[in-house]
């Protein structure tokens, strides 16, 4: 596997397609004297969910940030876009892997790569949003070293996701 910063050479490659996962549980949030602490709810019923694709156009992302793409055999597998942020946290904007490459370190390795380009740009840590019924998301950035730093349940009011909340997670 290779893993790069996305250049004009290879631009092509932030439009690599999202791909189906399962929605299995919630992630339910709560913060008490000043910490946060989450139960896990696992539904009775696995629904899947695939993210409609993104238009990303390259000039807007090197403006804005940066991409990381992970290759295998120069074929483009997964992608994070990293966006430059006010708050000395870079911002994980998107992070996805092909199905057939998922479990494998790929995303872990891209978060990886993302600190180290984070570090060299004096930023103190990377954070991202996710979804609280994509528990796979939720569990996976904390088993990356994330932490709870927020939680917002009025973002999807008055849209077709109404119900669902965002988990702020945090990576020093």
Known sequence: MD??????????????PNEPFDLFGRLIVSRIN?????????????ETMVFPDENYDFHQIQEKGFAIGAYHKE??????IYEYNWNNYLYLYDLK????FRKM??????IK????????????????VGQDDNL?????????????GGFNTRDYDYTKQE??????????
Not at 113 to 128: C, R, S
Not at 136 to 148: N, P, R, S, T, V
Request: proline share 0%; net charge negative.
């Open 105 to 110: 370190g790929v995303a872990s390795r891209l």
């Open 34 to 46: 000043n910490q946060w602490s989450y139960e896990i709810e696992e539904f009775d019923e696995v």
């Open 97 to 100: 892997v092909n199905s057939d």
């Open 136 to 148: 796979a998301a939720c569990l996976f950035y904390l088993k990356q070293g994330f932490e709870i």
């Open 113 to 128: 790569e993302g600190q180290n380009y984070a570090e060299e740009l004096g930023y103190k840590g990377i954070y991202t």
């Open 75 to 80: 074929k483009c597998i997964g992608l994070a």
């Open 163 to 172: 119900g669902k909340a965002d988990v702020y997670f945090y990576l020093k």
């Open 3 to 16: 893993y790069k910063k996305m250049t004009i050479q290879n631009k092509d490659d932030i439009l690599l």
